[in-house]
């Protein structure tokens, strides 16, 4: 069965700084997606980033990057010029390809405070 | 686009009473809708998948009887906790996706508070 696992329960960075939220997985899957949500304290739920496993290229959005390295089944967030907004839990998240009843397979989470 | 809404928001009732939860979405056909509870400072855990015109999967320990799901169209998944008690007391989450989706994304709903006392 697939697991992931987030190691950090809360990480704590200072305003304009960067910091890298750390997740790994378990799978024996080739092809798969990888996300990373943020849950505010509003607690909707904010897909961040996406990655698709086939692709060697890491995803960015905007601050947000992730360093996806498949053979050691670890897929990092990275938050660059960290902003009092990013406070938040994190979640990463597994999903298998393909298949609309698949199911997402969420880690822990990290909780994330932006000091200022 | 790729909304999703939850109604209501926050819901307080009293013990052995049901209470419905509804989930749509709002600008695309939902072939597959989840259901998640989350308690606090902890991860969404799944409680069923709904598949649009069929009943519903639920994962292990989840009562089917007791946590009713209805997918009776693309747009609408209803969540019935019936005989409510206080231990029901949860953050409830839908999601949604669709075929013509891509990367199983699901598209959250803000969540619903119940309050049972």
């Known amino acids: 069965a697939q697991t992931v696992t987030q190691s950090q329960p809360e990480m704590s960075v200072q305003e304009a700084e960067t910091v890298t939220l750390s997740c790994t997985y378990d799978?024996?899957?080739?092809?798969?997606?990888l996300f990373w949500y943020k849950q505010p304290p509003s607690r909707q739920m904010i897909l961040v980033i996406r990655?698709?496993?086939?692709?060697?290229q890491n995803a960015t959005e905007n601050r947000f990057s992730v360093n996806f390295q498949k053979a050691a089944k670890s897929f990092s967030l990275k938050i660059s010029d960290s902003q009092l907004g990013d406070a938040a839990m994190y979640f990463c998240a597994y999903a298998p390809y393909g298949g609309a009843t698949n199911k997402l397979i969420f880690g822990t989470g990290t909780l994330l405070a932006v000091q200022p | 686009g790729a909304v999703v809404s939850q109604h209501p928001s926050w819901v307080i009732c009293k013990s052995g009473t049901s209470v419905k939860i509804e989930c749509r979405s709002l600008?695309?056909?939902?072939?597959?809708m989840f259901w998640y509870r989350q308690f606090p400072k902890q991860s969404l855990m799944l409680m069923a998948t709904s598949n649009e015109g069929s009943k519903a999967t639920y994962e292990q320990g989840v009562e089917k009887d007791k946590f009713l799901i209805n997918h009776a169209s693309l747009t609408l998944s209803t969540l019935t906790v019936t005989s409510a008690h206080p231990e029901d007391s949860s953050f409830y989450i839908c999601s949604a996706r669709t075929l013509a989706g891509a990367s199983n994304e699901q598209f959250f709903g803000p969540g619903t508070r119940l309050t049972v006392l």
């Open positions: 990655q698709e496993a086939y692709k060697q």
């Open positions: 600008d695309f056909q939902a072939t597959t």
């Open positions: 799978t024996s899957e080739s092809d798969y997606y």
